[in-house]
């Protein structure tokens, strides 16, 4: 029954060179099982390709409850203002993001929804999804109960990683989202890295959806997996972020946050063969990095000493050995 679902989603959807896989998202939208009243945003971020026509031509067809708006940007802005342009025209109690690439299960969010109305008022809901062996880290541990209110417990298990950064498979209240300003960083990449950041520091409740909700493929040729010198500049970007946003409350863990993108900004600049320019990056990342290394001296933290060291050294010689930095930051942070 409709009424058994109180909670409105508004599915948000950024369009832009995805003709090969965007009526595999859309179809799985249209399937949802969901009875609540659910809207769907699709955000044309000046996609140059046919990814719109195929929107078009499947939208023209479709005679289900589900509302479809098409917000239109004039020009490229990329992913994270496509996001904000759809949290600004979003109706729904909550938002919940999807890669047009990925496609989420007929259930989702009839499952996702559950929770959000069980737990009246919670901030996120967090679903698993299904992923090849080689990417659990985007699983959720079996440890942590299907409710949690504790703030810190929640703000950990997101700092340490325990918990998936990405922002895609979550049902987060709208109220919540824009009464922390909790928007996405324009004109980088990885900003799910920063977004995670900042809801960590403001988070209060957390529901957790066992089933596997969302359906996640890794492309070859995605930004996120090749090496550019917008990839590096993006992780210097973040790690200024970061480094200018520490607080009183779980510092340890957000300055551990600064090292894993830091240390990703040296392993792309590995790959470059430009030394002149990797030169330049290397010297912009350590600029970038001074303020930390001045708190870590005046406070004398022998190992995150140790672990600033990558900064001085060769990108291909921290290559080489950053398996035991990892090691030491995951382990003695």
């Not at 058994?4 to 249209?30: A, D, Q």
């Not at 698993?128 to 659990?136: A, F, I, P, Q």
């Not at 070859?220 to 010198?229: A, E, K, P």
Request: charged content about 20%.
């Amino acid at each position: 029954m409709a009424d058994s679902f109180k909670v409105k989603v508004s599915i948000i959807i950024p369009v832009y060179k995805v003709e090969r896989y965007i009526e595999r998202c859309l179809r799985s939208v249209i399937s949802q099982t969901y009875q609540g009243e659910l809207e769907c945003i699709l955000v044309d971020d000046a996609t140059p390709d046919q990814s719109m026509e195929i929107v078009g031509n499947i939208l023209l067809t479709y005679c289900g409850n589900i509302s479809f708006k098409i917000i239109r940007h004039e020009q490229n802005k990329g992913l994270s203002a496509a996001r904000n342009t759809g949290i600004k025209n979003a109706s729904g109690e909550y938002l919940y993001f999807l890669d047009s690439d990925d496609e989420i299960t007929p259930d989702a969010i009839e499952k996702l929804g559950a929770l959000a109305e069980k737990y009246a008022g919670v901030d996120m809901v967090c679903g698993n999804l299904y992923v090849s062996e080689l990417m659990t880290w985007l699983f959720i541990p079996r440890s942590f109960s299907e409710y949690l209110t504790n703030a810190r417990q929640i703000r950990k298990a997101m700092l340490k990683r325990q918990l998936p950064i990405t922002v895609w498979n979550k049902l987060i209240r709208r109220d919540f989202l824009i009464g922390y300003n909790l928007w996405f960083v324009e004109g980088i990449v990885h900003e799910d890295e920063v977004w995670n950041f900042f809801v960590a520091k403001n988070i209060n409740s957390l529901a957790i959806c066992r089933a596997a909700t969302y359906i996640y493929y890794q492309s070859d040729s995605s930004i996120t997996t090749t090496v550019s010198f917008h990839r590096i500049k993006s992780f210097i970007e973040i790690t200024d972020i970061f480094i200018h946003n520490i607080d009183a409350v779980l510092s340890r863990l957000q300055r551990k946050s600064i090292f894993f993108s830091g240390y990703a900004a040296l392993l792309l600049m590995a790959e470059i063969s430009d030394k002149d320019a990797v030169m330049n990056i290397a010297n912009t990342l350590k600029a970038t990095i001074k303020p930390l290394l001045k708190q870590t001296v005046r406070h004398f933290r022998i190992i995150e000493l140790l672990l600033l060291l990558p900064f001085y050294l060769s990108p291909v010689f921290f290559k080489a050995i950053n398996r035991h930095f990892y090691r030491c930051l995951r382990h003695l942070m």
